[in-house]
């Protein structure tokens, strides 16, 4: 009896922490609202400005290649992403969503095509 509730407990405990961590890593998301795990006041002022000015340099210097967003988000789409970015900010998160997902981020099932992830990536060679 005893080793059984032992088991028990340590599975909860094991399951509870997994659920804790993988919110945290998923928190972001697109959702301006939610803080991820770098924010500091002075990121988001510089990121703010980053996205307001449109200046892609300043943005990837800020993220430092972390998230898969850096692997996906390049010179040429930045305007298009700080567009998502107002939009969410603004409430109209429909319309961000369709731009993250024309860019390939923000697709819960993975399925985006961005940096050739897609199928058949290695049609044309």
Known sequence: MNKKI??????GLVLGGFLLSSEKALAYRGDPSVQGPNYSE???????????NNDYNAWKELMQGKGRVTQVINEQNFARFSEAHRLALEGRTDEAQVIREELGLGLQNGSGQGMGGGYGRNMNR
């Open 6 to 11: 032992i088991m028990l407990g340590a599975a």
């Open 42 to 52: 002075e990121r988001h002022a510089a990121m703010t400005q980053a996205f307001e």
